[in-house]
């Protein structure tokens, strides 16, 4: 796997400017302290790019343009910002050619930003987590290239108190019900709704059964079947399907 740090760095060394792509519906999951710093020491400015804005209410939003600014809110898949975002990058560029680095956690989107960017498929994007492998290089115009990364970080699919699992993990991975607890416990009124599940103020355990069961998933023996539904969960909320 390669050293997530060493490319952070790399990127943060080549590139005049970094945006920093985090999910709208998981924002301070999504961004990261280190990065953060590591841009502030080198001088260089960082904009927080927030994607996915489609999938959420406007007003939670709003609380984070002062705290995360400079900051810009898109969607890559609609479209929404990427002007905004164009303008953002070359006022910071003064005229000149700009080197931008995206960075950010597996899935937020950055793949889908630097194709909206550009108004054409470039970066090759997929719901499934870890796509992106090596740094790539893509040019935008004659202003802007761009450097995309994988956002490969080394999370452990042990570690479910991790709270990036909910975006990095791939729907394949080991446990699949830890992670599926960990979005219960953050956003358990949207996935009731989404799933046409009542709370009835069942712990995450008894509500991933309730949504098994409402899904028709059962082992043999009718068993509820956590894990194939802790799955289908994942690719549904990676897939943008649950809204906030
Ligand atoms: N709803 C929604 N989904 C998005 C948006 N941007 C990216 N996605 C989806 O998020 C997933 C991960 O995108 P990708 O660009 O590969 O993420 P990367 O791993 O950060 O490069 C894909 O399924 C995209 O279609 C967005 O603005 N809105
Ligand atoms: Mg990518």
Excluded at 40 to 69: F, P, Q
Aim: glycine share 6%; hydrophobic share 40%; aromatic share 6%.
């Amino acid at each position: 796997m390669v050293n997530f740090w060493k490319l952070v760095d790399s990127v943060i060394a080549e590139a005049d400017i970094i945006l920093m792509v985090v999910d709208a519906r998981v924002i301070e999951q999504t961004r990261n302290d280190e990065i953060e710093k590591k841009v502030a020491a080198s001088g260089k400015t960082l904009i927080t790019v927030i994607n996915k804005c489609d999938l959420v209410e406007k007003d939670v939003l709003e609380k984070y343009k002062k705290r995360l600014y400079p900051c810009v809110f898109v969607s890559a898949q609609k479209f929404y910002g990427m002007t905004l975002l164009r303008q953002m990058i070359l006022k910071q560029s003064k005229g000149r050619a700009v080197t931008v680095g995206v960075v950010g956690y597996p899935n937020t989107g950055k793949s889908s930003v630097i194709n909206a960017l550009k108004g054409k498929s470039s970066a090759g994007v997929s719901s499934v987590s870890g796509y992106t492998v090596g740094k790539q290089n893509i040019k935008i115009d004659n202003k802007i290239r761009v450097i995309d990364t994988p956002g490969v970080l080394s999370v452990s699919d042990d570690k479910a108190s991790s709270k990036l699992m909910i975006t990095a993990s791939r729907t394949d991975s080991k446990n699949p019900d830890l992670v599926a607890y960990e979005l219960l416990k953050s956003h358990r009124a949207s996935l009731m709704e989404y799933y046409g599940v009542e709370d009835q103020g069942e712990d995450e355990e008894e509500l991933l059964e309730l949504i098994a069961r409402k899904l028709n998933r059962f082992r043999s023996g009718g068993v509820p079947d956590t894990e194939t539904t802790a799955k289908m969960i994942l690719q549904d909320w990676q897939k943008g399907k649950i809204l906030l």
